[in-house]
Nanobody, 126 residues
Framework: EVQLVESGGGLVQAGGSLRLSCAAS????????IGWFRQAPGKEREGVSC????????YFADSVKGRFTIAKDNTKNTVYLQMNSLKPEDTAVYYC???????????????????WGQGTQVTVSS
């Protein structure tokens, strides 16, 4: 059974930082690309960042570019999303998702992913 477990969310003041983790089990992690998505109340799910199976290619939404970084540790079956300079508009539930990486390029669309975690809440106060 494939499981993705997010952790690291919480409450932080604007300008602060958080590091989210996505720990995977039940799959050949080296072969899977990982994406991070978020959804705020009343808003549609938004793609935040994604990384190829090797970790060599990444993508960031314009809204987080320059503030967030993503890294994939295939020895620990974990992807990290480092979030710096957080803004109140970053407040959302953050989800990680996994898809078998057949192309080696990051997958920006949620429909590309077949496995999802349960989400972790990130709240940024002003």
């Amino acid at each position: 059974e494939v499981q993705l477990v997010e952790s690291g969310g919480g409450l932080v003041q604007a300008g602060g930082s958080l590091r989210l983790s996505c720990a995977a089990s039940g799959l050949s992690f080296d072969d899977y690309a990982i994406g991070w998505f978020r959804q705020a109340p009343g808003k549609e799910r938004e793609g935040v960042s994604c990384i190829s199976s090797s970790g060599g290619r990444t993508y960031f939404a314009d809204s987080v570019k320059g503030r967030f970084t993503i890294a994939k540790d295939n020895t620990k079956n974990t992807v990290y999303l480092q979030m710096n300079s957080l803004k109140p508009e970053d407040t959302a539930v953050y989800y990680c998702a996994a898809t078998w990486d057949y192309s080696g390029t990051p997958y920006k669309e949620a429909r590309s992913y077949g496995y999802w975690g349960q989400g972790t809440q990130v709240t940024v106060s002003s």
